[in-house]
């Protein structure tokens, strides 16, 4: 029978022996893997309570024959343990079944402890990877998240009056989260509406290798949030935004790009522009008829599949012999 447990350092030789075997880039996927994913299974021992379920955690699973068959990482959502995202799966040829075992174990254990929601996002044209959670494990497709690549900046707005975009303040979670809940396609509110907690700065945000910085655009007479804004780098070079945007103000998307390629500018003239688009909002389509209009790039389109805590009709999975390789894109 197979044998699942928390990654140690036993591990490390044979999980680079599997990824040498199912990656192209072994390298640089073996050390990810190995700096995010094994020292913090011991730091965790140390600050475990500090900030509960801040940290991810990765199971390997072994057959009878101490052959390591596929490993998963999985995360607790910032601010909501309840709410855990799957972060990255290896598994080796002919290992479905390991597969669904793996996610089973990870769904039996935190259920276990009151989370109640597991999600993941994939790109759209892993189909295998899609049977495997659909089919074997009783996820089901919620909606899609696309990557935009900013390749034209004729659109910026010259005049921006600053000061009505001010830097976020926790004080703000409560309408952030109300902004992002109201913005929700009502049949997505069940698995994707957020808490204002889960708006939270990170704690010791100083000591991360991610550099995030937020804003809110309000309106000069009333002072009600027109957006959220959410600007994530890691190397000072290439920019992920992410931003919430009601309908009704839509017109004002040109002026929110203009500020935030000018506030990234100040740090770094030459960078790359991502922009995350949620289509289970509200504005999805008119953010990407805009991204279309203005000739931005579509890199990648995801899949968010959901399994929720109540009962899944199974059906019938038919077999796979490759390897499984998903390693998670933060949006």
């Not at 990255?88 to 002919?94: A, M, T």
């Not at 899609?144 to 659109?155: R, T």
Request: charged residues 25%; glycine residues 4%.
């Amino acid at each position: 029978m197979a044998k699942i447990k928390k990654i140690s350092y036993k591990d490390i030789l044979h999980i680079k022996k599997l990824i040498s075997i199912v990656c192209n880039d072994n390298v640089m996927s073996y050390r990810r893997l190995f700096f995010l994913s094994v020292p913090i299974t011991f730091i965790q021992n140390l600050i475990y309570n500090v900030y509960f379920r801040r940290f991810p955690e990765t199971y390997v699973i072994y057959d009878n024959n101490n052959y390591l068959k596929g490993l998963i990482t999985v995360q607790a959502q910032l601010g909501n343990t309840y709410k855990w995202q799957i972060k990255r799966l290896f598994l080796d040829k002919n290992s479905f079944d390991e597969g669904k075992q793996l996610v089973e174990y990870i769904i039996a254990k935190f259920g276990a402890r009151g989370v109640d929601t597991f999600y993941i996002s994939i790109d759209d044209s892993l189909i295998e990877l899609s049977d495997l959670f659909i089919k074997g494990c009783g996820f089901r497709f919620c909606s899609n998240e696309s990557l935009w690549s900013v390749s034209n900046v004729n659109f910026l707005s010259q005049d921006i009056d600053l000061i009505n975009f001010k830097p976020f303040k926790t004080s703000d979670n409560k309408k952030i989260s109300l902004l992002f809940n109201e913005n929700l396609i009502n049949h997505f509110k069940y698995s994707l509406s957020k808490n204002k907690d889960e708006f939270n700065d990170t704690l010791l945000q100083g000591y991360n290798r991610e550099t995030v910085f937020k804003y809110i655009y309000t309106d000069a007479n009333s002072q009600n949030i027109k957006a959220f804004i959410e600007i994530k780098t890691t190397d000072n070079k290439n920019y992920f935004l992410d931003t919430i945007i009601p309908p009704q103000y839509i017109d004002c998307y040109s002026i929110v790009l203009s500020f935030v390629i000018k506030t990234i500018m100040k740090r770094n003239k030459n960078f790359k522009l991502y922009i995350k688009n949620r289509k289970y909002l509200q504005s999805g389509e008119m953010l990407e008829n805009f991204f279309k209009e203005n000739r931005f790039e579509l890199l990648q389109n995801n899949v968010i599949l959901v399994r929720d805590f109540f009962k899944i009709i199974k059906e019938e999975t038919k077999n796979y012999n490759s390897a499984i390789v998903f390693s998670g894109f933060e949006f």
